[in-house]
Structures are given as C-alpha cells and as structure tokens.
C-alpha cells in the first residue's frame, strides 16, 4: 500500500511539473520556459544519485518548478511596466538582466534543496 501511494504521488508531482512547463509556455515565453527546463535538467542530473526517497526528491523538484513559474511570472510582470514606463529601451536592459535574475532563484533553491537529502555516508561526520 506504502509504494502505491508512492507511485500516486510522482505521477502527482510529474504531472504537476508538466503542467508548470506548460503554463510556463503558453503564458509567459519561452525563456520562462527554457529556465524551467534547466532547472529541471539540473536537479535531475543528481536526482538518482543523491539519498533521499524518490517522493521527497520529486516534491523538490516541483517545488522549485513552481517557484520558477512564479518568479518568472513575475519577471515578466516588471517587464511589460518597464516596456510600459521606459520604453523599447529596456527590453535590451531586460535581456541583459534577466539571466543573473534566474540564477538568483536557482542555485539558491537548487543549494538548499540539496540540503533536504540525507548526507552521503561517507561525507558525514564521525563521531567517536
């Protein structure tokens, strides 16, 4: 019963991660949609070699596609106003920053969500 509940709940949080994506694509653009995706790619890449159960690691990794679609709505926001307020001017402001604005939600999350998974045991500290 404990691995069907399991089951149930990847299939949740993939479905939900599938539906960040899209809405991600469809409503915003499609740099919201590529950060997404690098993000997922990253976690990924250590997402079967890290400890953990697999259902806290797939809740990281929809929490921070959630995350990723806020901020990027978001960003997106303060884009329209500052095309709004300043011109076609900051669109070339907007695309020059809006790199280092990703980075600024991803490696955080990215960091502390690593911090949830249980240390490898050869990395923990011995006590004697």
Known sequence: MHRVINYLALGLFSTIIFLCLLLSYRYLNIQSSVTLIICNLLFITLFFQLNGSLT???ILLTGCNLLGLFTNYLFQRICESGH?????????????????LTLMWIVPFWSLSLSFLPKLPNTQEHTM
């Open 84 to 100: 709004m307020v300043f011109g076609s001017a900051f669109n070339i402001f907007y695309a020059i920053i809006f790199p280092l």
């Open 56 to 58: 806290l690691k797939s």
